[in-house]
């Protein structure tokens, strides 16, 4: 069995159902949103549980390869060839019914490649502070099982690693401590997307005034 470890950053940083605004991917939600939403940056942070999170890995991710990172989550479908787990460590379970038939986005593509094949699983490593908004879908209970950071992942080799931003839902502050994390690995970095939506690019220059 071969296993895919995706990690979202936004595990990490908790955020009040009362500050969701309906994020999508979009340019707005990338950077202009979180300008306006400068107030936040007190209640906006990390949960510190990054710190420590490639230690928690102990030896199973040795020989894994680079780290594959994106902005967006959808990049991780990319990288499920030969693959039969995905560890998915994240807020949200990126299972939802596709939004259009036929085109794989950042919100389904873990559903779309579970259903794609039978012997596919799925073991989503969630934050506690998820539990009371996201629950795993119905028809997906005997694919997709919900753990919690505590809990063990049932794997004793990761593959493939992959981390992404999800800068629409996580504030260009963060970025630093992102970057940071994405470092700690110790490994190559590939990057998966450029320009605009560059995961390990901070959105706001240091000498910025919006920058911390």
Known sequence: ???LLTVDWDFFVPIDP???????????????LWQ??????????TN??????????GGI?????PTWVSDSHLFAHSLLSGI????????????WNQAKKGQVECSDWLRVWLQ???????????????????????DLCDKLTRVSWGDSWGVKHIDRVHVCRSGCWTPPWLDGEFIKFVQDRGSRVNQM???EWEAMKQRWPKDDKNSP
Request: glycine share 10%; with cysteine; proline share 4%.
């Open 116 to 138: 794609g094949g039978k012997r596919r699983k799925a073991t989503w490593v969630s934050p506690d502070w998820s539990k009371d908004h996201f629950s795993v879908p119905k």
């Open 18 to 32: 009362m500050y969701d605004l309906a994020h999508q991917e979009a340019p707005i939600f990338l950077n202009l």
């Open 84 to 95: 039969d787990h995905v560890i998915l460590v994240d807020a949200h379970h990126d299972c």
């Open 36 to 45: 306006a939403r400068q107030g936040l940056r007190n209640f906006i942070k």
């Open 1 to 3: 069995m071969k296993t």
């Open 61 to 65: 991710a040795e020989g894994a390869g």
């Open 193 to 195: 997307q450029v320009g």
């Open 48 to 57: 510190g549980i990054q710190e420590g999170f490639w230690n928690r890995l």
